[in-house]
């Protein structure tokens, strides 16, 4: 409650900045407080109340409500409430929220994370062989794996099974090859330049070799699935021993699970058969309830059963899993989640995964544009030729890049040499990507961004937005702890009474001066 209060005293989504040049004079003198203009227009321009600063009644009422609100502000203040460790660290944490806002582009990163949102509705059903890269290759090394699946993509391309292709593959120990078969693939939980190629392709079709951070793949794409239908299940589980069943003990326990089920369909009731005969102890509880699921998060057989009840209350035949034998009840049908329920969860999958800079894409090019951005590709080839036999985390590349003093780049008119960039790779190897080239492009995106984002700190300092905005959130916050030491902490019986009191203890304090002359004027600079 109490930050929702402060929010709705002094607001902090921007409105209005006035422009705080030399024509900013005192509107108001509350004690020794001098108030500007523009610290005055700054909130009422953002008041949703209805104030209109062009009316002298509307403006007169609001003059006297922001008066009273000054001397509160004073009277906090000559308590000290501003020293305490609580004041400072709320206001340390706003501060902080405030800086991020400037520090991202909610819009850019909401248009990114819908393009995440929309590929999960699909997954994708694969085949894929891998040729593995070292875990830190260069050139050399990219190309002669490059070559042994360029050779297989021929063989492909010529008519050979895909499946004994990939089976003779991993067969042979020194293929360096893995082969697999991938029911589902979910967008998000992949390499990007996989799904990038599969939402390209249609099924049946095999991809050019695809390098990732694994290395390289050549992909078969089986199938396109709509995954937008989410199912609430409860089940009972018959748990099987964790040694392979002998064909009675597996006979006996079907036979179980089928007795459970004749149970069910003689009209017995669900929940009372799960306590008593589910081996579930997560659900057995809780009528065998699992939480929602979509296609890819359960067991196949289990998956396939459930998707096949067709009403709410259909129950399965007993369905067989690696944990034992499962008798499926449908509860519930629902759409694939609203953007906003998964909103988060996209966000921090993007932050921590390989979309970063896709989820970033807009801030960096907005304030690349505002800031003057110059790229030198003269300058960043010859680093990249570095990683022709280096790593860039290698001391050798270091060694030879902190030598170079060429900008790499410019931002609001300074360059910035390819020694600063080696320094930062050397201070902060943030990247996951595994091949040379790869690894210093995803670094040199960290570099820009890093910088572009203290530039921004730096201006922040100055802005008058950022100014106003933490000037009013630190009067806010004086504002409720002042008046919840004096008023609303009180009985309720007894606040009308305390606020009158305090009021009058205010004006004898606190002697206030309006510039009538500015007010009169206050036309004048609105326009």
Request: aromatic share 12%.
């Amino acid at each position: 409650m109490k930050k929702i209060f402060v929010l709705l005293i002094i607001g902090i989504n921007f409105c209005f900045v006035y422009s705080q040049k030399n024509d900013d004079p005192i509107i108001m003198t509350v004690g020794d407080i001098e108030v500007p203009l523009s610290e005055f227009l700054f909130i009422a321009q953002k008041d949703d109340s209805g104030v209109n600063l062009l009316d002298k009644k509307s403006l007169e009422n609001y003059i006297g409500l922001f008066k009273t609100f000054k001397q509160k502000v004073a009277d906090a203040l000559s308590l000290r409430i501003q020293e305490s460790i609580q004041f400072k660290n709320e206001l340390a944490t706003y501060q902080s929220q405030l800086a991020e806002s400037y520090l991202s582009d909610y819009e850019g990163e909401k248009q990114e994370m819908l393009k995440v949102y929309e590929q999960g509705k699909f997954l994708f059903s694969l085949s894929h062989i891998l040729f593995s890269l070292p875990e830190k290759s260069l050139s050399k090394d990219t190309l002669k794996v490059f070559n042994k699946a360029n050779e297989v993509y021929r063989q492909l391309m010529s008519g050979a099974d895909f499946a004994k292709i990939g089976n003779g593959l991993l067969e042979d120990e020194h293929s360096g090859a893995v082969y697999e078969e991938q029911d589902y693939v979910f967008p998000i939980q992949t390499f990007k330049e996989i799904i990038e190629t599969v939402f390209l392709m249609s099924p049946g079709e095999i991809s050019t070799p695809v390098r990732s951070p694994l290395g390289y793949h050549i992909i078969r794409m089986n199938r396109k699935i709509t995954n937008t239908e989410r199912l609430q299940v409860a089940h009972i589980l018959l748990k099987s021993p964790e040694d392979a069943l002998n064909p009675d003990d597996e006979q006996a326990l079907l036979k179980d699970a089928n007795n459970i089920y004749e149970k069910i369909q003689a009209g017995e009731d669900f929940s009372k058969l799960v306590e008593e005969y589910s081996n579930d102890e997560n659900t057995k509880y809780n009528s065998g309830l699992l939480p929602p699921f979509g296609l890819g998060n359960m067991v196949l057989p289990f998956e396939q059963a459930a998707f096949a009840l067709e009403k709410i209350g259909d129950v399965s035949k007993p369905v067989r899993t690696r944990y034992g034998y499962h008798i499926i009840k449908l509860m519930d049908k629902s759409d694939y989640p609203s953007f906003d329920e998964i909103s988060q969860s996209i966000y921090m999958a993007m932050k921590e995964g390989d979309l970063i800079h896709e989820l970033y894409s807009v801030f960096d090019k907005k304030n690349k544009e505002k800031m003057g951005y110059i790229f030198y590709p003269e300058a960043y080839n010859e680093l990249l030729k570095l990683c022709d036999d280096y790593f860039p985390t290698d001391t050798e590349f270091y060694n030879r890049a902190i030598q170079m003093t060429k900008p790499v780049m410019q931002l609001q008119g300074q360059d910035f040499p390819q020694y600063e960039f080696a320094d930062y790779i050397r201070l902060k190897s943030t990247s996951q990507k595994t091949y040379s080239g790869d690894f210093l492009a995803d670094q040199y995106t960290f570099f820009v961004r890093e910088i572009l984002s203290k530039l921004i700190e730096m201006d922040m300092e100055n802005d008058p937005e950022f100014i106003n905005l933490m000037n009013e959130y630190h009067d806010g916050i004086l504002f409720f702890e002042v008046s919840d030491t004096r008023v609303w902490s009180k009985p309720a019986e007894e606040q009308e009474t305390m606020e009158q009191e305090w009021l009058k203890e205010l004006n004898k304090k606190y002697k206030v001066t309006v510039n009538n002359k500015v007010v009169n004027n206050i036309k004048k600079y609105l326009q």
